[in-house]
Nanobody
Framework: QVQLVESGGGLVQPGGSLRLSCVAS????????MGWYRQAPGKQRELVAT???????NYAEFVKGRFTISRDNAKNTVYLQMNSLKFEDTAVYFC?????????????WGKGTLVTVSS
C-alpha cells in the first residue's frame, strides 16, 4: 500500500514564502513523475508543476518564476518552494506521484495541504 503525505501548508501574507513537502511511502519499486496540483474553492483541480525522474520540470504559466519544484529520489520526496505568494495562490495543494509496484504502474494522490494567502 502506498501513502502520500503532504506537509508545509499554512497561512502566509502576500509576498511571503512556503515550502511544501510530499513523502511517498509503502511498497514502491520505481517512482517516475512527481507533481503538485491545486484546487481553489469552487474551481477545478489544476496542474502547478511536475518533475520527471530525470529532473525535467514543467510549470503552469501562473507560477513560473515564483515556484520551484524539486525532488529527493533517495527520500521519495517532492518539494514545492513557493515564493512571492499571491492571494490567488490560496488553494489546497495536492501531491501526485506516478509509480510502479506490485499493483503495476499508476498515479497516487495525497490528501492535500491547505495554503492560505491572506493579509
Amino acid at each position: 500500500q502506498v501513502q502520500l503525505v503532504e506537509s508545509g501548508g499554512g497561512l502566509v501574507q502576500p509576498g511571503g514564502s512556503l515550502r511544501l513537502s510530499c513523502v511517498a511511502s509503502g511498497l514502491i519499486f520505481t517512482i517516475y513523475g512527481m507533481g503538485w496540483y491545486r484546487q481553489a474553492p469552487g474551481k477545478q483541480r489544476e496542474l502547478v508543476a511536475t518533475i520527471t525522474s530525470g529532473g525535467t520540470t514543467n510549470y503552469a504559466e501562473f507560477v513560473k518564476g515564483r515556484f520551484t519544484i524539486s525532488r529527493d529520489n533517495a527520500k521519495n520526496t517532492v518539494y514545492l518552494q513557493m515564493n512571492s505568494l499571491k492571494f490567488e495562490d490560496t488553494a489546497v495543494y495536492f501531491c501526485n506521484v506516478d509509480l510502479f509496484n506490485y499493483s503495476g504502474r499508476r498515479d497516487y494522490w495525497g490528501k492535500g495541504t491547505l495554503v492560505t494567502v491572506s493579509s
